[in-house]
């Protein structure tokens, strides 16, 4: 459910936008320090997490904008934290969907636990509470419970999530939006709420640029104890996310940069994602084939794993039962063997 918040801010072109020479990201962040939501952490932890990790280039013909696209902004985050309906390619007005997920039929010897997971959406398809519980299957099995609390500020953007765990009272996590007076988004702010830890958090940063129709935004995210990082998000004129490059490194300094590109038919429907690491040379990829619906049927590896999907739909076109069954090859003959089937239920309810 990451996607677009509905009443969307004035484009990029309603600001001053000012050129720029050719530069990095590195170069663009290099007078930029992070701030550590963290009291009782010592200077010299601020200093072994503060060094600067190897640049993600950004296009010299850029042009510096202010990061209003809050639908783009918020479509892909890191965080795994989703606010409407849009990429579940749903139709008509939600008031609740309840998702009951079962694990791996296709293995009766593996028990895994069922999760049931219930969204509770505003008329104008924001959301406002998700609930998840793992049912429990055998007397030893944890019953596990979360629950992520929405609120938006009088503009409808999101102003924070809470997350609360198993019955607590109050929330143990929350993810602060931090906005200017146009309502850019300048950063996100992660804060552990439990006071039996040492409170850290993580910080994500934007920037963002015009270049030839497309919307770039670098988050630079950093965590004092685990890792900094940066990403770079390319969108096309259609909003759809052609590229991501990441530059990762961990708190012993170990360093990974990897790249995906993504590839979509006349439908604007994703075709093919591929992978490959900073020197831009492709190491794998999936091809993707998608339903008159739009919801992808099979998605198969380069080297023949294969997953593929099937569906049920309602009168409104919105799926209320999904298959995914996954094929992999075996280690030792090589062949192809059925891995896993897990099987999705949906309830809508609609106002």
């Known amino acids: 459910m990451k ?36 009291p009782k952490a010592s200077d ?18 850029a042009i510096l904008c202010p ?32 998702t009951t997920t079962h694990p791996n039929i296709a293995l009766p010897s593996i028990s895994l636990q069922n999760t049931i997971e219930e969204s509770l959406f505003s008329k104008t398809n924001l959301l406002l509470q998700t609930k998840s519980r793992q049912v429990k299957q055998k007397p030893n099995d944890l019953e ?56 850290t958090g993580s910080e994500i940063n934007f920037k963002c640029w015009q270049q030839n129709g497309n919307y770039l935004i670098l988050q630079n995210i950093f965590n004092p104890q685990k890792n900094k990082e940066q990403i770079l998000f390319v969108y096309n004129v259609d909003n759809n996310l052609i590229r991501k490059e990441k530059n990762y490194i961990d708190r012993y300094k170990d360093q990974q940069h990897t790249i995906i590109k993504y590839f979509y038919d006349e439908k604007k429907r994703l075709t093919k994602q591929s992978y490959a690491s900073n020197n831009e040379k492709e190491s794998s990829f999936v091809t993707i084939k998608n339903d008159a619906y739009g919801n992808i049927i099979k998605e198969l ?34 062949k192809i063997e059925l891995s896993s089937k897990t099987t999705f239920e949906n309830q809508i309810e609609y106002y």
């Open 3 to 38: 996607q677009s918040i509905l009443i969307l801010l004035s484009i990029c072109s309603l600001f001053p936008c000012k050129a720029q020479k050719p530069v990095t990201a590195k170069q663009q962040n290099k007078n930029e320090n992070f701030t550590i939501y963290d």
């Open 44 to 61: 010299d932890l601020k200093k072994t997490y503060l060094h600067q990790i190897d640049s993600i280039t950004v296009p010299s013909d």
């Open 67 to 98: 990061c209003n696209r809050i639908d783009l902004l918020l479509a892909n985050n890191e965080l795994n934290i989703n606010y409407t309906l849009k990429d579940l390619n749903l139709k008509g007005s939600i008031k609740n969907i309840t």
């Open 144 to 199: 596990l419970y979360k629950n992520f609390v929405f609120q938006y500020n009088d503009k409808n953007l999101p102003a924070k999530v809470d997350l609360y765990l198993l019955d607590s009272l109050q929330p143990i996590i929350r993810l602060t939006h931090v906005y200017d007076y146009n309502d850019t988004l300048l950063k996100m702010i992660l804060m552990n709420l439990n006071e039996k830890t040492n409170s």
């Open 301 to 334: 590896w380069e080297n023949g794993d294969y997953n593929e999907y099937q569906y049920k739909y309602d009168a409104k076109g919105n799926w209320i039962w999904k298959q995914k069954t996954v094929y992999e090859k075996n280690i030792f003959n090589q």
